[in-house]
């Protein structure tokens, strides 16, 4: 194989960052989701690549996990954007302070 | 070393992760997430993990990038197309991305993994199947029952009452 673990890691490393990126940056709540997706993924190649170079079924096997927990995640994540678009008519998380006491 | 075929599925994940978060569109910004993902199932590929990369195209393409299109859809058009952020923390935020990716990358060379090699044959997709109904049996159906009980609490989230009330709301 011509690749090595390093290689993966450091893309993985990459996508890590420019999701906290998002997070730290970003108001928008859907914008928030994508950067949420993009740690996921980073950590779901992760997961495969060590999982390759041991080499050990486990890591595939807690990948699979792993997005499809996501995908319940996502789920939630946008009926509850659908929930305060609603109720603020924005998408501005500064916006939504009715918990704020 | 890396080949071509890993440099250009790395050029196409982390460029699109950007435009993901830095278009102004929401819309172009849901294609380019999708482009993103699609860029780690081929990373999957290249690990010799052709079934996971099949599930995330399956779930992460197909269903997600859709869902979030259709919740981008439902919102006010000015919105789609307005940057919403914090501008005074853009450096900062940059600054924490350059930090985090120097120092985790810089403790990741130095470690004894940058010498790892394999040549040993790849996982078989069969085990991933006996490992799902030998010992991961209660976790799997802990999973199904997880996935049911979230997309049931997210449909009634997102139920409209007004509609349920017989008074049809514009």
Not at chain 2, 157 to 168: F, I, P
């Amino acid at each position: 194989m011509a690749n090595e673990l390093i290689d993966f890691t450091l893309v993985s490393i990459a996508l890590l960052g420019i999701g906290i990126y998002g997070l730290a940056v970003k108001r928008n709540f859907i914008r928030m989701l994508f950067a949420i997706e993009i740690i996921i993924n980073a950590a779901n190649l992760n997961l495969v690549a060590f999982g390759r170079f041991i080499p050990d079924s486990g890591g595939q096997t807690l990948a699979l996990f792993s997005i499809a927990i996501a995908a319940a995640e996502v789920a939630v994540g946008l009926s509850l954007i659908i929930v305060a678009y609603r109720m603020y008519q924005n998408i501005d998380i500064a916006d939504f302070r009715s918990l704020k006491g | 070393m890396a080949d071509i075929a890993f440099l250009a599925l790395a050029v196409i994940t982390i460029g699109s992760a950007i435009a993901a978060l830095e278009m102004r569109s929401l819309i172009y910004g849901s294609i380019a997430l999708m482009g993103s993902l699609g860029g780690i199932a081929g990373f999957f590929l290249l690990l010799d993990a052709p079934f996971v990369a099949l599930f995330q195209l399956a779930v992460y393409v197909g269903s997600i990038a859709v869902l979030i299109l259709f919740t981008v859809m439902l919102v006010k058009r000015e919105l789609i197309f307005k940057k919403i952020e914090d501008k005074r923390r853009k450096f900062a935020g940059i600054g924490l991305m350059l930090l985090i990716m120097v120092s985790l990358g810089a403790v990741f060379i130095d470690s004894g993994i940058k010498t790892i090699t394999t040549d040993e044959p790849p996982v078989d997709f069969r085990d991933i199947g006996t490992d799902f109904v030998t010992y991961y049996w209660p976790a799997l159906i802990l999973m199904g029952l997880i996935l049911a009980s979230t997309v049931t609490g997210a449909l009634v989230l997102a139920r409209r009452v007004d509609v349920e009330d017989g008074q049809r709301a514009n």
